[in-house]
Nanobody
Framework: QVQVVESGGGLVQAGGSLRLSCTVT????????MGWFRQSPGKEREAVSC????????YYANSVKGRFTVSRDNAKNTLYLQMNSLKPEDTAKYYC????????????????????WGQGTQVTVSS
């Protein structure tokens, strides 16, 4: 059974930083591209930052470029999202997900390509 567990969310002031972590068990982590998505009330879930299984490709939403960095430690089965210079508009629930097909780098930002999702971790940025 695949389990995806996020951690690291919290309340931070604008300009601050947070580091999200996502640990995956039940599948060969290094075979799968991974992504961070977020959703705030009344809005659709959007891709924030994603990384291919080979670490050769990454995706960043325009709104987070230059502020967020995605990385993965395959030895620890863990995905990270370093978030700097946080803004109130970054407030959302952040979800980690793995793609449904191994060794695929396509569709990094398309949430329909992902089939294993965590429960999410709340990030709140105060002004």
């Amino acid at each position: 059974q695949v389990q995806v567990v996020e951690s690291g969310g919290g309340l931070v002031q604008a300009g601050g930083s947070l580091r999200l972590s996502c640990t995956v068990t039940g599948l060969p982590f290094d075979w799968y591209s991974m992504g961070w998505f977020r959703q705030s009330p009344g809005k659709e879930r959007e891709a924030v930052s994603c990384i291919s299984w080979s670490i050769g490709s990454t995706y960043y939403a325009n709104s987070v470029k230059g502020r967020f960095t995605v990385s993965r430690d395959n030895a620890k089965n863990t995905l990270y999202l370093q978030m700097n210079s946080l803004k109130p508009e970054d407030t959302a629930k952040y979800y980690c997900a793995s793609q449904s097909v191994a060794w695929r780098a396509a569709g990094l930002s398309d949430n329909s390509y992902y089939n294993h999702w965590g429960q999410g971790t709340q990030v709140t940025v105060s002004s």
